[in-house]
T-cell receptor, first 112, second 115 residues
Framework: AQTVTQSQPEMSVQEAETVTLSCTYD???????LFWYKQPPSRQMILVIR??????QNATENRFSVNFQKAAKSFSLKISDSQLGDAAMYFC?????????FGSGTQLTVLP | DVKVTQSSRYLVKRTGEKVFLECVQD?????MFWYRQDPGLGLRLIYF???????EKGDIPEGYSVSREKKERFSLILESASTNQTSMYLC??????????????FGSGTRLTVV
């Protein structure tokens, strides 16, 4: 069974600053993928960034980047130049197209 | 614009009622999923399906059943609703073997209250 742990239920960041959200996972799969999803108050889950576990290079998407440490089973999300629109619940997930396991989420507040 | 559509955004039902939550996707995805979202617990998988008329139990299937008669539609059924099934329900879909490109596409959720 897979488990995903997000140890920070809530985080806050000042607008234009950088924040890092933590995620650790445990899996027995050799081929898997990692994702960060964002859920704003509209409730629509939005894919933020994805990482193939077999790739060592950390994924980046504009202001969003990950620090993927495979041996430590760690997959943290860094948000640079935080914007008010980044305020949301963020979920880390691990798995495949056939099954994703999600963490409990981190509520991010962006302070003006 | 690709979509996963859940039939109701908010739903209030009485204890003991049979409840149907409908989900339709227009992306020709093989895989469909029902998750339940509760504060502090994240998303928990209830049931999933890889093909028409096929279903498999997730982590918390008790009290639920599903139906997939057509590829684009995946229904979640609460046979006899109870107050502990008050929650947010999220439907999702994905291509069979391409999570790296597409991940999951989610519906906007149904907030179900059982009174």
């Amino acid at each position: 069974a897979q488990t995903v742990t997000q140890s920070q239920p809530e985080m806050s960041v000042q607008e234009a600053e950088t924040v890092t959200l933590s995620c650790t996972y445990d899996t027995s799969e050799s081929d898997y993928y990692l994702f960060w999803y964002k859920q704003p108050p509209s409730r629509q889950m939005i894919l933020v960034i994805r990482q193939e576990a077999y790739k060592q290079q950390n994924a980046t998407e504009n202001r969003f980047s990950v620090n993927f440490q495979k041996a430590a089973k760690s997959f943290s999300l860094k948000i640079s130049d935080s914007q008010l629109g980044d305020a949301a619940m963020y979920f880390c997930a691990s798995g495949s197209a056939r099954q994703l396991t999600f963490g409990s989420g981190t509520q991010l507040t962006v302070l003006p | 614009d690709v979509k996963v559509t859940q039939s109701s955004r908010y739903l209030v039902k009485r204890t003991g009622e049979k409840v149907f939550l409908e989900c339709v996707q227009d992306m020709d995805h093989e895989n469909m999923f029902w998750y339940r979202q509760d504060p502090g617990l994240g998303l928990r998988l209830i049931y999933f399906s890889y093909d028409v008329k096929m279903k498999e139990k997730g982590d918390i299937p008790e009290g639920y059943s599903v139906s997939r008669e057509k590829k684009e539609r995946f229904s979640l059924i609460l046979e006899s609703a109870s107050t502990n099934q008050t929650s947010m329900y999220l439907c999702a879909s994905s291509l069979l073997d391409r999570p790296s490109n597409y991940g999951y596409t989610f519906g906007s959720g149904t907030r179900l209250t059982v009174v």
